[in-house]
């Protein structure tokens, strides 16, 4: 039997994507590229897995796209953790609602709103990124009520917002950077979707009081 896709080579492996068996060549040239690999695929696991273990391959994105500029220290990561995780679940939380987004949607939108924050801290002036992508514009919308919710909630429990521009535009492009490590790159790839799914398996709220044991947020 000839591969589902190329009809030329030999089939050896089944693909859930096509619902046939396909030829190993194939499954590597056409995986999240022209395939809409399910993420429980052995195979599209595998890669993943031999992805993970070579943690030093390049980025596949231009190095301007990681806002080199934006320098984030190790304290801040320990300081603001409830910051970065809040705005990981606000994306996780648009990739539930929206099923067909990809790792590219939640890395463009994050872009976007990284350079708006940008601009802000630099400059003092507000300024947003336009976009005529309806799915973009949703991700942001979200993530930018989560850093609402945030500075209230902060206000709640303290008196006062800590919460600054500049941390939000490090926390922005700490997980956009995060973002592009943990996608293929490809067109179709989810595994940066499928990173947040597996940190945020229940629909809790992002940000709580330290009494409500279920939440991933506790502000001190």
Do not use: W
Request: aromatic share 6%; proline share 5%.
């Amino acid at each position: 039997m000839s591969c589902a896709i190329c009809e030329e080579r030999k089939e050896k492996r089944f693909c859930p994507a096509v619902h046939g068996k396909i030829c190993p060549q194939c499954c590597g040239e056409q995986r999240e590229v022209t395939l809409d690999c399910p993420s429980d695929c052995p195979y599209l696991q595998q890669a993943r897995e031999h992805a993970t273990a070579h943690p030093d391959r390049p980025t596949p994105v231009d190095r301007e796209a990681l806002f080199p500029a934006v320098e984030i220290a190790e304290q801040f990561l320990y300081q603001r953790e409830e910051l970065i995780l809040g705005l990981s679940f606000a994306l996780a939380k648009s990739a539930r609602a929206d099923r067909s987004l990809m790792d590219r949607d939640l890395t463009a939108a994050l872009s976007s709103l990284a350079k708006s924050y940008q601009t802000l801290v630099n400059s003092s002036l507000i300024y947003e990124e336009a976009t005529a992508n309806v799915a973009h514009q949703s991700i942001a919308r979200e993530v930018e009520t989560m850093v609402r919710e945030f500075r209230e909630a902060e206000r709640q429990h303290m008196g006062n917002t800590r919460l600054t521009d500049s941390d939000v535009l490090k926390a922005l492009v700490f997980i956009l950077r995060m973002g592009f490590g943990r996608s293929s790159g490809r067109p179709k790839s989810r595994a940066f979707v499928d990173f947040l799914f597996a940190q945020f398996p229940e629909k809790h709220s992002a940000i709580a009081g330290p009494e409500e044991a279920g939440s991933r947020i506790v502000i001190p």
